[in-house]
């Protein structure tokens, strides 16, 4: 049982480069969300999905686009990266019951030069 | 959006010390989780709290949701090395759902041996 797991765990991006960030799950949970870190900011939510085929904006989406065509897999696409967007980029999932409660991959860190 | 405000931003104890840390808000937060994070990972669920007044431990954490709804608080007793990284409280607030939670911006614990 792998939890949430996130790939790649690094990436330098030049600015306009695009690129997709992959989270997968095991854990069978019909949640799945995408958070950025940035420093003293805490975590801030990109996007949310709450099933396969669906998905949300949270507070920060603008430059950001998503996909769930498959209930583990939630996926985080870069257009066109702008240094903006170097941050750690957190995957969680949690299932509906105790949406909650959610449990976070490992990170990637980008950056945009 | 909402804010959560966390204090203190950072803390540097002696092993062996009590720690407390809290989160307030301007408004009703109907859910209070609170999280650690350590260096290079993700951030790991501590306790999570669903009723105002609730008092929750886990091991040597104790942490309160405030009567008011509008606060919690995390004690951590006998502070030993392994407790040092970023502990985040994060809450739903009212009105919101699908998991959706606001994240304060973290408490850097450092222990010193």
């Known amino acids: 049982n792998a939890g949430v797991t996130q790939t790649p765990k690094f990436r330098v991006l030049k600015t306009g480069q695009s690129m997709t960030l992959l989270c997968a799950q095991d854990?069978?949970?019909?949640?799945m969300y995408w958070y950025r870190q940035d420093p003293g900011m805490g975590l801030r939510l990109i996007h949310y999905?709450?099933?396969?085929?669906?998905?949300a904006k949270g507070e920060v989406p603008d430059g950001y686009n998503v996909s769930r065509l498959k209930k583990q897999n939630f996926l985080l696409g870069l257009e066109s990266a702008a240094p903006s967007q170097t941050s750690v980029y957190f995957c969680?999932?949690?299932?509906?019951?105790?949406?909650?409660?959610?449990?976070f991959g490992p990170g990637t860190r980008l950056t945009v030069t | 959006g909402q804010q959560l405000n966390q204090s203190p931003q950072s803390m540097f104890i002696q092993e062996g010390e009590d720690v407390s840390m809290n989160c307030t808000s301007s408004?009703?937060?109907?859910?209070w989780l609170w999280y650690k994070q350590d260096p290079g990972e993700g951030p790991v669920l501590l306790i999570a709290?669903?009723?105002?007044?609730e008092l929750t431990s886990n091991g040597r954490l104790t942490a309160q949701f405030g009567i008011t709804r509008k606060d919690s608080f995390l004690n951590i007793s006998a502070s030993i090395p392994s407790d040092v990284g970023i502990y985040f409280c994060?809450?739903?607030?009212?009105?919101?759902?699908?998991?959706?939670?606001?994240f304060g911006q973290g408490t850097i614990l450092t222990v010193h041996p």
């Open positions: 969680a999932s949690s299932y509906s019951g105790r949406s909650y409660e959610q449990y």
């Open positions: 854990m069978n949970h019909e949640y």
């Open positions: 999905s709450v099933g396969e085929g669906t998905t």
């Open positions: 408004s009703i937060f109907n859910t």
């Open positions: 709290l669903y009723k105002a007044g």
């Open positions: 994060a809450g739903q607030p009212g009105g919101t759902s699908y998991g959706k939670l606001t």
